[in-house]
């Protein structure tokens, strides 16, 4: 079982910067890969980034050059950097994790994924 706990979202003027992160409990976090996703209400919560148990890294293309994915598995953490924001990246962020040695391909797709935070807040103003 693995618990997630996002924090770091929050209100930020367009072109700024906010720096996520998700705590994973549990002592499989260096066997799991790890997503975040976005939620605005009214749509599908959609893939932001994934990096797997093994390094490998993946964006959407919406996010590509300004966010980065990155995780500390000394720490149990998830790291989100976001930068050059815009309005349209105001959503719920959601931190999710696969169950042990995922070896799947498909970390862009909500089903890949077997544990869900709660959510942090990012809203961006223009």
């Known amino acids: 079982q693995v618990q997630l706990v996002e924090s770091g979202g929050g209100l930020v003027q367009a072109g700024g910067s906010l720096r996520l992160s998700c705590a994973a409990s549990g002592r499989s976090f260096s066997s799991v890969a790890m997503g975040w996703f976005r939620q605005v209400p009214g749509k599908e919560r959609e893939f932001v980034a994934a990096?797997?148990?093994?390094?490998?890294?993946l964006y959407a293309d919406s996010v590509k050059g300004r966010i980065t994915i990155s995780r500390d598995n000394a720490k149990n953490m998830v790291y989100l950097e976001m930068n050059s924001l815009k309005s349209e990246d105001t959503a719920v962020y959601y931190c999710?994790?696969?169950?042990?040695?995922?070896?799947?391909?498909?970390?862009?797709?909500?089903?890949?994924?077997?544990?869900w935070g709660q959510g942090t807040q990012v809203t961006v103003s223009s």
């Open positions: 999710a994790a696969t169950r042990p040695y995922y070896y799947g391909a498909d970390l862009n797709s909500r089903i890949s994924y077997d544990y």
């Open positions: 990096i797997s148990w093994i390094g490998g890294i």
